[in-house]
């Protein structure tokens, strides 16, 4: 029965017999430096090396004798951990994104967002989810659906963020580069379009020009970038053997993007019917 016993339990006996063993010579060594003729600070100094000689052979013996044990713990705190992983994979990355925002500020509550096909105005940030006021559909419109988008934070950390709006002060109005395209036929009266269409651009943006020329100078100046030329531009691109696009780009003011894209394309219409 005794052998049955010491084999079930030989490694703490081992353990226990070596601590033993090893803290009366610890006592004795002590008592030795207590009573010799080493100065105080010498004794400290002693007493920690000491110490520290007993604690490490006590954790080299504890390794060694459970050395099987600890292996098989670490690898099941390590599986329970990869499954915590996998299962609250998108819980984490949603934090991530949170402090992703955060600490790099991309965009702040207010600001007209893109997000793979999520666009709007941020109305609240919070730990998991952002909430958009919907912009669209998609880009075609700049008018509000009505709608309230959450969207999970993880996509801050995967996909880009377009932000449409940029403050330099915060008594600003935001102006942006606005594109869009205008399709016409590929014929010999292609130049006549191009001419109708960037007059209506400049005629209903020039009352812009002025106030973006010094939002933009602002914003170079605090980005420390070039400020881009605003004046309305449009280039040629050839879809196809019997259509080109032309590709209008105007400096208008964020909130106005809709309408002053609209006002554009309505007054080239009536022009281009009226002459016709």
């Known amino acids: 029965m005794i052998s049955t016993l010491y084999q079930a339990y030989k490694e703490y006996v081992i353990f226990f017999g070596i601590f033993f063993s090893l803290y009366i010579v610890y006592l004795i060594i002590g008592m030795i430096i207590t009573h010799s003729q080493l100065k105080n600070d010498q004794k400290r100094r002693a007493f920690s090396n000491l110490r520290a000689i007993f604690f490490l052979f006590m954790l080299s013996t504890f390794l060694y004798l459970w050395a099987h044990e600890l292996q098989q713990f670490i690898l099941s705190i390590a599986a329970i951990l990869a499954a915590l992983a996998i299962a609250f994979k998108e819980f984490f990355l949603c934090l991530a994104g949170y402090f992703y925002r955060t600490f790099s500020h991309p965009f702040s509550v207010g600001d007209r967002i893109q997000v793979t096909d999520f666009r709007g105005d941020v109305v609240n940030v919070g730990l998991l989810t952002t909430q958009l006021l919907e912009v669209g559909p998609n880009n075609y419109t700049h008018q509000y659906t009505g709608r309230m988008l959450a969207i999970p934070n993880s996509l801050f950390i995967s ?118």
């Open 159 to 276: 996909h880009p963020i377009l932000n449409e709006t940029d403050n330099v002060h915060d008594d600003d109005k935001d102006y942006a580069l606005h594109v869009f395209k205008v399709p016409i036929k590929n014929n010999k009266n292609w130049t006549k379009h191009y001419k109708q269409i960037l007059d209506c651009a400049n005629t209903i943006c020039k009352e812009h020009i002025e106030p973006a020329q010094k939002y933009f100078h602002r914003l170079a100046r605090k980005r420390h970038v070039d400020s881009p030329d605003i004046e309305p531009r449009i280039n040629v691109r050839v879809s196809n053997s019997e259509q080109l696009e032309l590709i209008v780009r105007v400096t208008v003011p964020v909130a106005l993007k809709g309408r002053v894209e609209q006002k554009i394309l309505k007054d080239y219409l009536n022009k281009i019917h009226t002459e016709a």
